[in-house]
Protein backbone atom coordinates (compact mmCIF):
# COMPACT_ATOMS: atom_id res chain seq x y z
CA UNK A 1 0.00 0.00 0.00
CA UNK A 2 1.44 3.52 -0.59
CA UNK A 3 1.77 5.31 2.09
CA UNK A 4 0.83 8.52 1.12
CA UNK A 5 -2.41 7.51 0.29
CA UNK A 6 -3.01 5.10 2.62
CA UNK A 7 -7.15 6.31 2.82
CA UNK A 8 -7.29 6.72 6.44
CA UNK A 9 -4.85 9.30 6.61
CA UNK A 10 -5.39 12.03 4.65
CA UNK A 11 -6.32 14.21 7.50
CA UNK A 12 -2.86 13.86 9.52
CA UNK A 13 -2.33 16.03 11.79
CA UNK A 14 0.65 14.26 13.98
CA UNK A 15 3.14 12.03 13.58
CA UNK A 16 5.27 10.74 15.94
CA UNK A 17 8.57 8.29 14.39
CA UNK A 18 10.23 5.99 17.22
CA UNK A 19 14.31 7.09 17.48
CA UNK A 20 15.49 6.05 13.96
CA UNK A 21 13.69 3.02 13.44
CA UNK A 22 10.35 3.79 11.27
CA UNK A 23 8.94 0.15 12.65
CA UNK A 24 7.03 2.52 15.27
CA UNK A 25 4.56 5.13 15.10
CA UNK A 26 2.47 6.64 17.76
CA UNK A 27 0.60 10.02 17.98
CA UNK A 28 -2.72 10.96 17.78
CA UNK A 29 -4.66 11.96 13.89
CA UNK A 30 -7.14 14.26 14.43
CA UNK A 31 -9.68 12.41 16.66
CA UNK A 32 -7.71 9.14 16.37
CA UNK A 33 -5.15 7.51 18.85
CA UNK A 34 -2.31 6.01 16.04
CA UNK A 35 -0.10 3.07 17.15
CA UNK A 36 2.36 1.31 15.14
CA UNK A 37 4.47 -0.95 17.05
CA UNK A 38 8.01 -2.11 16.57
CA UNK A 39 10.05 -4.39 18.86
CA UNK A 40 11.43 -1.30 21.12
CA UNK A 41 7.69 -0.24 21.94
CA UNK A 42 7.67 0.31 24.94
CA UNK A 43 4.09 -0.81 27.64
CA UNK A 44 4.34 2.60 29.40
CA UNK A 45 4.26 4.64 26.17
CA UNK A 46 0.84 2.88 25.33
CA UNK A 47 -0.67 3.62 29.20
CA UNK A 48 1.20 7.70 28.60
CA UNK A 49 -1.05 8.05 25.49
CA UNK A 50 -3.96 6.03 26.89
CA UNK A 51 -3.74 7.90 30.17
CA UNK A 52 -3.64 11.60 28.81
CA UNK A 53 -6.53 10.90 26.24
CA UNK A 54 -8.94 9.79 29.04
CA UNK A 55 -7.74 13.01 30.67
CA UNK A 56 -9.08 14.53 27.74
CA UNK A 57 -5.94 17.10 27.86
CA UNK A 58 -3.91 16.02 25.21
CA UNK A 59 -2.23 18.63 24.34
CA UNK A 60 -0.29 17.88 20.50
CA UNK A 61 2.16 20.15 21.14
CA UNK A 62 3.54 18.79 24.10
CA UNK A 63 3.09 15.26 23.72
CA UNK A 64 6.12 15.35 21.72
CA UNK A 65 8.47 16.25 24.91
CA UNK A 66 6.41 14.23 27.06
CA UNK A 67 6.39 10.67 24.75
CA UNK A 68 8.88 10.26 22.43
CA UNK A 69 11.69 11.62 24.21
CA UNK A 70 15.28 13.07 23.31
CA UNK A 71 16.28 11.03 20.54
CA UNK A 72 13.46 10.30 18.80
CA UNK A 73 12.22 13.12 15.73
CA UNK A 74 8.79 14.66 15.22
CA UNK A 75 6.63 15.62 12.20
CA UNK A 76 3.80 18.14 12.90
CA UNK A 77 1.77 20.81 10.72
CA UNK A 78 -1.22 22.47 12.79
CA UNK A 79 -0.45 21.13 16.46
CA UNK A 80 -1.97 23.62 18.28
CA UNK A 81 -5.05 22.98 20.30
CA UNK A 82 -6.56 19.85 22.70
CA UNK A 83 -8.10 16.46 21.52
CA UNK A 84 -11.52 16.95 23.64
CA UNK A 85 -12.48 13.42 22.02
CA UNK A 86 -11.08 10.53 20.72
CA UNK A 87 -13.55 8.48 18.69
CA UNK A 88 -11.00 5.90 16.63
CA UNK A 89 -8.59 3.80 17.35
CA UNK A 90 -5.98 3.16 14.08
CA UNK A 91 -3.46 0.29 14.21
CA UNK A 92 -1.32 -1.41 11.92
CA UNK A 93 -0.89 -4.93 12.38
CA UNK A 94 2.96 -5.27 11.48
CA UNK A 95 4.88 -5.06 8.45
CA UNK A 96 4.57 -8.83 7.67
CA UNK A 97 2.81 -9.33 4.31
CA UNK A 98 2.56 -12.56 1.94
CA UNK A 99 2.86 -10.26 -1.25
CA UNK A 100 5.44 -8.00 -3.02
CA UNK A 101 3.55 -5.57 -5.08
CA UNK A 102 5.21 -3.35 -7.50
CA UNK A 103 4.15 -0.02 -6.13
CA UNK A 104 4.71 -1.07 -2.30
CA UNK A 105 7.00 1.07 -1.01
CA UNK A 106 7.48 -0.50 2.65
CA UNK A 107 9.55 -2.97 3.32
CA UNK A 108 7.86 -5.91 5.06
CA UNK A 109 9.54 -7.83 7.93
CA UNK A 110 8.18 -11.35 7.62
CA UNK A 111 8.46 -11.65 11.68
CA UNK A 112 5.48 -11.96 14.07
CA UNK A 113 4.12 -9.03 15.67
CA UNK A 114 3.83 -9.03 19.40
CA UNK A 115 0.19 -10.11 19.77
CA UNK A 116 0.29 -8.65 23.65
CA UNK A 117 0.83 -5.28 22.11
CA UNK A 118 -2.56 -4.85 20.48
CA UNK A 119 -4.07 -7.02 23.52
CA UNK A 120 -3.10 -4.47 25.78
CA UNK A 121 -4.11 -1.31 23.41
CA UNK A 122 -7.63 -2.94 23.39
CA UNK A 123 -7.70 -3.52 27.09
CA UNK A 124 -6.52 0.12 27.64
CA UNK A 125 -9.00 1.60 25.18
CA UNK A 126 -12.06 0.22 26.44
CA UNK A 127 -12.05 2.43 28.90
CA UNK A 128 -12.21 5.73 26.98
CA UNK A 129 -16.08 5.34 25.87
CA UNK A 130 -15.66 7.87 23.16
CA UNK A 131 -13.87 5.43 20.99
CA UNK A 132 -16.44 3.54 18.47
CA UNK A 133 -14.17 2.29 15.92
CA UNK A 134 -10.57 0.50 15.05
CA UNK A 135 -9.15 0.53 12.14
CA UNK A 136 -6.44 -1.87 11.41
CA UNK A 137 -4.45 0.11 8.25
CA UNK A 138 -1.52 -0.65 5.94
CA UNK A 139 1.68 -1.21 6.66
CA UNK A 140 1.33 -5.17 6.25
CA UNK A 141 -1.42 -7.88 5.80
CA UNK A 142 -3.32 -8.34 8.86
CA UNK A 143 -4.27 -11.17 7.59
CA UNK A 144 -0.84 -13.13 7.27
CA UNK A 145 -1.14 -13.03 11.53
CA UNK A 146 -3.03 -16.13 13.02
CA UNK A 147 -4.60 -14.62 15.92
CA UNK A 148 -6.25 -11.87 14.18
CA UNK A 149 -9.30 -13.55 14.29
CA UNK A 150 -9.01 -14.06 17.87
CA UNK A 151 -8.31 -10.21 17.86
CA UNK A 152 -10.97 -9.21 16.28
CA UNK A 153 -13.36 -11.84 18.34
CA UNK A 154 -12.68 -10.37 21.14
CA UNK A 155 -13.88 -6.63 20.26
CA UNK A 156 -17.32 -7.90 20.49
CA UNK A 157 -16.96 -8.00 24.27
CA UNK A 158 -16.08 -3.98 24.19
CA UNK A 159 -19.20 -2.42 24.97
CA UNK A 160 -18.36 0.89 22.58
CA UNK A 161 -16.35 -0.36 20.18
CA UNK A 162 -18.90 -0.86 17.12
CA UNK A 163 -16.88 -0.54 13.83
CA UNK A 164 -14.24 -2.61 12.68
CA UNK A 165 -12.26 -1.46 9.09
CA UNK A 166 -9.83 -3.86 7.73
CA UNK A 167 -7.58 -3.34 4.85
CA UNK A 168 -6.21 -6.08 3.00
CA UNK A 169 -5.07 -7.83 -0.11
CA UNK A 170 -7.47 -10.56 0.32
CA UNK A 171 -5.22 -13.82 -0.50
CA UNK A 172 -5.12 -15.00 2.98
CA UNK A 173 -8.78 -14.16 4.11
CA UNK A 174 -10.91 -17.39 5.35
CA UNK A 175 -14.11 -16.48 4.51
CA UNK A 176 -16.06 -18.97 6.73
CA UNK A 177 -13.68 -17.84 9.42
CA UNK A 178 -14.77 -14.23 8.62
CA UNK A 179 -18.72 -15.02 7.97
CA UNK A 180 -18.25 -16.35 11.64
CA UNK A 181 -16.88 -13.32 13.23
CA UNK A 182 -19.45 -11.24 10.63
CA UNK A 183 -22.32 -13.10 12.71
CA UNK A 184 -21.39 -12.42 16.01
CA UNK A 185 -20.56 -8.53 15.39
CA UNK A 186 -24.00 -8.51 13.88
CA UNK A 187 -25.60 -9.91 16.88
CA UNK A 188 -23.89 -7.33 18.82
CA UNK A 189 -25.09 -4.50 16.49
CA UNK A 190 -21.54 -4.12 15.23
CA UNK A 191 -20.27 -3.76 11.86
CA UNK A 192 -16.85 -5.57 10.01
CA UNK A 193 -15.91 -3.30 7.28
CA UNK A 194 -13.29 -4.52 4.95
CA UNK A 195 -11.46 -2.78 1.99
CA UNK A 196 -9.19 -5.24 -0.72
CA UNK A 197 -6.94 -3.67 -2.88
CA UNK A 198 -6.67 -5.30 -5.63
CA UNK A 199 -5.14 -3.47 -8.93
CA UNK A 200 -5.67 -5.00 -11.78
CA UNK A 201 -9.24 -6.64 -13.02
CA UNK A 202 -6.77 -8.94 -15.99
CA UNK A 203 -5.35 -11.70 -14.37
CA UNK A 204 -1.78 -11.96 -15.91
CA UNK A 205 -1.25 -8.08 -15.17
CA UNK A 206 -2.19 -8.98 -11.64
CA UNK A 207 0.19 -11.72 -11.61
CA UNK A 208 2.48 -9.31 -12.20
CA UNK A 209 1.57 -6.49 -10.01
CA UNK A 210 0.55 -8.56 -6.94
CA UNK A 211 3.06 -11.78 -7.74
CA UNK A 212 0.26 -14.04 -6.80
CA UNK A 213 -2.27 -16.34 -8.65
CA UNK A 214 -4.79 -15.69 -6.06
CA UNK A 215 -6.88 -13.59 -8.67
CA UNK A 216 -10.09 -15.86 -8.79
CA UNK A 217 -10.01 -16.29 -4.74
CA UNK A 218 -10.05 -12.48 -4.52
CA UNK A 219 -12.50 -11.44 -7.08
CA UNK A 220 -14.69 -14.12 -5.26
CA UNK A 221 -14.09 -12.39 -1.95
CA UNK A 222 -14.98 -9.03 -3.10
CA UNK A 223 -18.44 -10.50 -4.31
CA UNK A 224 -18.93 -12.24 -0.90
CA UNK A 225 -17.84 -9.48 1.13
CA UNK A 226 -20.10 -7.45 -1.24
CA UNK A 227 -23.31 -9.32 -0.93
CA UNK A 228 -22.90 -9.84 2.99
CA UNK A 229 -22.78 -6.52 3.75
CA UNK A 230 -18.68 -6.29 4.57
CA UNK A 231 -16.94 -4.55 1.46
CA UNK A 232 -16.30 -0.63 2.38
CA UNK A 233 -13.76 -0.34 -0.61
CA UNK A 234 -11.57 -1.53 -3.19
CA UNK A 235 -8.46 0.14 -3.54
CA UNK A 236 -7.16 0.30 -6.68
CA UNK A 237 -3.16 1.59 -7.60
CA UNK A 238 -2.46 3.15 -10.91
CA UNK A 239 0.50 2.35 -12.34
CA UNK A 240 2.68 2.03 -15.55
CA UNK A 241 2.01 -1.71 -15.65
CA UNK A 242 -2.04 -1.34 -15.63
CA UNK A 243 -1.63 2.02 -17.55
CA UNK A 244 -3.89 0.85 -20.85
CA UNK A 245 -6.87 -1.10 -18.45
CA UNK A 246 -7.44 1.08 -15.49
CA UNK A 247 -10.29 2.89 -17.06
CA UNK A 248 -11.97 -1.09 -18.02
CA UNK A 249 -12.00 -1.34 -13.71
CA UNK A 250 -15.64 0.47 -13.26
CA UNK A 251 -17.28 -1.89 -16.26
CA UNK A 252 -15.46 -5.27 -14.62
CA UNK A 253 -17.13 -4.50 -11.17
CA UNK A 254 -20.41 -4.06 -12.83
CA UNK A 255 -20.07 -7.36 -14.65
CA UNK A 256 -19.06 -8.96 -11.54
CA UNK A 257 -22.21 -7.25 -9.23
CA UNK A 258 -24.62 -4.07 -10.27
CA UNK A 259 -23.37 -1.39 -8.18
CA UNK A 260 -19.92 -3.21 -7.18
CA UNK A 261 -17.88 0.02 -8.92
CA UNK A 262 -19.62 2.32 -6.51
CA UNK A 263 -16.82 0.58 -3.79
CA UNK A 264 -13.84 1.43 -6.41
CA UNK A 265 -11.46 4.15 -5.50
CA UNK A 266 -8.43 4.46 -7.41
CA UNK A 267 -5.08 5.71 -6.24
CA UNK A 268 -1.59 7.14 -8.57
CA UNK A 269 1.58 5.91 -7.63
CA UNK A 270 3.87 8.62 -8.34
CA UNK A 271 7.16 6.36 -8.55
CA UNK A 272 6.03 4.69 -12.19
CA UNK A 273 3.80 7.32 -13.31
CA UNK A 274 5.65 10.57 -14.84
CA UNK A 275 3.94 14.24 -13.91
CA UNK A 276 2.08 14.28 -17.03
CA UNK A 277 0.49 10.76 -16.90
CA UNK A 278 -0.43 11.33 -13.32
CA UNK A 279 -2.17 14.38 -14.53
CA UNK A 280 -3.40 12.47 -17.40
CA UNK A 281 -4.83 9.72 -15.06
CA UNK A 282 -6.39 12.18 -13.06
CA UNK A 283 -7.88 14.19 -15.52
CA UNK A 284 -8.97 10.79 -17.26
CA UNK A 285 -10.71 9.89 -13.72
CA UNK A 286 -12.37 13.19 -13.34
CA UNK A 287 -13.74 13.56 -16.65
CA UNK A 288 -15.85 10.19 -15.65
CA UNK A 289 -16.80 10.79 -12.32
CA UNK A 290 -14.51 8.20 -11.01
CA UNK A 291 -13.99 8.59 -7.36
CA UNK A 292 -9.50 9.31 -6.41
CA UNK A 293 -8.27 8.41 -3.04
CA UNK A 294 -5.97 11.09 -2.24
Known amino acids: MLRSTCPYSSHCKIQFNHCSNVNYTSGIVDDRIVALPCNKMSESNISNIIFAIKKKDFKLDSAIKNLIGKNCSAYCRDCSGVIEEVKTLEISVGRKCNLNCLMCNLEHINDEANEN ?17 IYMTCEGEPFAYSWIYDYIDSIVDNTHINNIYIITNGTLVDISSLDALN ?21 DTYKIIHGNDKFDDVLNLITHLNVNGMLTQINYVVQAVNLDEYLEASTFLESLETGLSSKLRYLIDSGSLTDIQQHDVRSALIERGLIIAD
Not at 119 to 133: C, G, H, V
Not at 183 to 203: D, G, H, M, P
Open 117 to 133: FYKQLLEEAKDIESIES
Open 183 to 203: TKLKAANKTLNLTVSICSFVE
